[in-house]
């Protein structure tokens, strides 16, 4: 858990590297204000509180691309940062089969404290940092990581990795590519287990597509990167395909 009363962190904002990593379900801290939730421990550690292993393998990433990493410090039970305003999951009453019950019935100033002090800082981090680049001419892919649980109502998921993509699919179809090219056999969900119709794409699409930006969404199942070799194995994999991914793409650009 994040112990940090930010409702966003931004390391390396200087980093030298293309790409910008974003996190947005990495953490399960709940401010003190509103206690528990209702929720036990192992409720509040498990996935419908975040995206397990989505920021360790984001930091590895960040540190090995030198990349910029943003990451949320609230649990998505809070509210969640990957979804519009108008959403109805934007603040959870029920996530899975597990009631949030302190979230039901909250007053107007109540969902809107929440919207200001952590979900538009969050996207406003994120928007500051890639205006920066902008304003300095430096390129910018966004790649937005998170994590899936591997079995959901009670249906198992096969795919260790998916990727996502918003309007535009290119850059996400150059690492799909580059992660079948060093892995045949790797079972790569292509917009799964989510798709952009499923409402889980408001960073891809706001901070991406939205500024014209090559983007890609990575959804990695959580029991691939709950230990530190998984961290490293996926995060060196990902580092090598999405450097091959960027080459790919601006020889298509080129050519």
Partial sequence: MVSCDKAVVV???RGTSPFVIVCDHASNRIPERYGDLGLSQ???????AWDPGALAVSRVLSDALDAPLVQS??????????????????IWTLSEATPILANENLDEAERQFRISHFHQAYHASIHTLLEARRHAGREAVLVCVHSFTPVYHGVARPWPIGLIHGSDQRFTRALYDALKAEDPELNVGWNLPYAA???VTLTLEQHGDGRGLEATMIEIRHDEILEVDGVQFWSERLARCLVAARQRRKGAVRG
């Fill in 73 to 90: 410090t609230v649990s998505r039970l809070v509210i969640d940062c990957n979804r519009a305003l108008d959403a109805p999951d934007l």
């Fill in 42 to 48: 192992v409720q509040r550690l498990s996935h419908i």
């Fill in 197 to 199: 119709q499923s409402g």
């Fill in 11 to 13: 390391t390396n904002a």
